[in-house]
Nanobody
Protein backbone atom coordinates (compact mmCIF):
# COMPACT_ATOMS: atom_id res chain seq x y z
CA UNK A 1 0.00 0.00 0.00
CA UNK A 2 2.75 2.42 0.86
CA UNK A 3 3.76 4.65 3.71
CA UNK A 4 4.03 8.39 4.35
CA UNK A 5 5.89 9.90 7.27
CA UNK A 6 5.56 13.59 8.09
CA UNK A 7 8.02 15.64 10.09
CA UNK A 8 8.84 19.27 10.81
CA UNK A 9 5.89 20.27 12.93
CA UNK A 10 6.26 22.15 16.17
CA UNK A 11 5.44 25.35 17.99
CA UNK A 12 6.18 28.74 16.46
CA UNK A 13 5.43 32.36 17.18
CA UNK A 14 2.87 34.25 15.14
CA UNK A 15 4.49 35.48 11.95
CA UNK A 16 7.05 32.69 11.97
CA UNK A 17 7.79 29.91 9.51
CA UNK A 18 7.94 26.14 9.44
CA UNK A 19 8.82 23.64 6.74
CA UNK A 20 7.04 20.31 6.81
CA UNK A 21 8.44 17.22 5.12
CA UNK A 22 6.71 14.04 4.03
CA UNK A 23 8.75 11.05 2.98
CA UNK A 24 7.14 8.37 0.85
CA UNK A 25 8.03 4.71 0.67
CA UNK A 26 6.55 1.45 -0.60
CA UNK A 27 4.86 2.82 -3.71
CA UNK A 28 5.72 4.50 -7.01
CA UNK A 29 5.88 8.00 -5.58
CA UNK A 30 6.83 9.64 -8.85
CA UNK A 31 3.49 8.83 -10.48
CA UNK A 32 1.30 10.05 -7.64
CA UNK A 33 -0.22 13.44 -6.97
CA UNK A 34 0.61 14.54 -3.45
CA UNK A 35 -1.26 16.77 -1.08
CA UNK A 36 -1.09 18.49 2.27
CA UNK A 37 -4.19 18.74 4.42
CA UNK A 38 -4.88 19.95 7.93
CA UNK A 39 -7.50 19.26 10.54
CA UNK A 40 -8.56 20.79 13.82
CA UNK A 41 -10.51 18.58 16.24
CA UNK A 42 -14.23 18.98 15.63
CA UNK A 43 -13.73 20.55 12.20
CA UNK A 44 -13.62 19.17 8.68
CA UNK A 45 -10.33 18.37 7.04
CA UNK A 46 -9.07 21.21 4.88
CA UNK A 47 -7.02 20.93 1.71
CA UNK A 48 -3.92 23.10 1.91
CA UNK A 49 -1.98 22.35 -1.27
CA UNK A 50 -1.49 19.72 -3.93
CA UNK A 51 1.25 18.97 -6.42
CA UNK A 52 1.20 16.72 -9.46
CA UNK A 53 3.91 14.48 -10.81
CA UNK A 54 4.74 17.31 -13.22
CA UNK A 55 4.99 19.78 -10.34
CA UNK A 56 1.72 21.55 -11.14
CA UNK A 57 0.47 23.07 -7.90
CA UNK A 58 -2.85 24.13 -6.45
CA UNK A 59 -3.56 25.86 -3.16
CA UNK A 60 -6.47 26.25 -0.82
CA UNK A 61 -7.56 29.81 -0.05
CA UNK A 62 -5.93 29.81 3.38
CA UNK A 63 -2.55 28.88 1.89
CA UNK A 64 -2.35 31.19 -1.11
CA UNK A 65 0.50 33.65 -0.87
CA UNK A 66 1.89 32.16 2.34
CA UNK A 67 2.56 28.45 1.77
CA UNK A 68 4.53 26.68 -0.94
CA UNK A 69 4.34 22.99 -1.82
CA UNK A 70 7.23 21.28 -3.57
CA UNK A 71 8.56 17.80 -4.17
CA UNK A 72 11.98 16.23 -4.53
CA UNK A 73 11.70 13.17 -6.75
CA UNK A 74 15.13 11.87 -5.83
CA UNK A 75 14.38 11.99 -2.12
CA UNK A 76 10.79 10.67 -2.39
CA UNK A 77 9.79 13.69 -0.34
CA UNK A 78 7.17 16.42 -0.57
CA UNK A 79 7.51 19.65 1.37
CA UNK A 80 5.27 22.40 2.65
CA UNK A 81 6.99 25.69 3.36
CA UNK A 82 4.76 27.79 5.59
CA UNK A 83 5.45 31.48 6.10
CA UNK A 84 3.50 34.13 7.95
CA UNK A 85 1.94 31.62 10.30
CA UNK A 86 -0.97 32.75 12.44
CA UNK A 87 -2.76 31.11 15.39
CA UNK A 88 -5.57 30.00 13.07
CA UNK A 89 -3.03 27.81 11.25
CA UNK A 90 -2.78 25.65 14.37
CA UNK A 91 -3.78 22.12 13.34
CA UNK A 92 -2.55 18.64 12.65
CA UNK A 93 -1.07 18.59 9.16
CA UNK A 94 -1.32 15.47 7.04
CA UNK A 95 0.42 14.38 3.87
CA UNK A 96 -1.48 12.19 1.39
CA UNK A 97 -0.95 10.44 -1.94
CA UNK A 98 -3.38 10.05 -4.85
CA UNK A 99 -2.67 7.65 -7.73
CA UNK A 100 -5.58 8.96 -9.81
CA UNK A 101 -4.88 12.68 -9.45
CA UNK A 102 -8.65 13.08 -9.18
CA UNK A 103 -8.74 13.90 -5.51
CA UNK A 104 -8.86 10.29 -4.33
CA UNK A 105 -6.20 10.22 -1.65
CA UNK A 106 -5.71 6.67 -0.47
CA UNK A 107 -2.40 6.82 1.37
CA UNK A 108 -2.15 9.05 4.44
CA UNK A 109 0.55 9.89 6.92
CA UNK A 110 0.10 9.93 10.66
CA UNK A 111 0.14 13.72 10.86
CA UNK A 112 2.38 16.33 12.44
CA UNK A 113 1.18 18.97 14.88
CA UNK A 114 1.68 22.65 14.14
CA UNK A 115 0.97 25.13 16.91
CA UNK A 116 1.18 28.88 16.37
CA UNK A 117 1.20 31.05 19.47
CA UNK A 118 0.50 34.77 19.52
Amino acid sequence: QGDLVESGGGSVQSGGSLKLSCRASGFVYTSYCMGWFRQVPGQEREKIATISARHNTDYGDSAKGRFTISRDIGKNTVYLQMNGLEPEDTATYYCAADSTCLGQYTIWGQGTQVTVVS
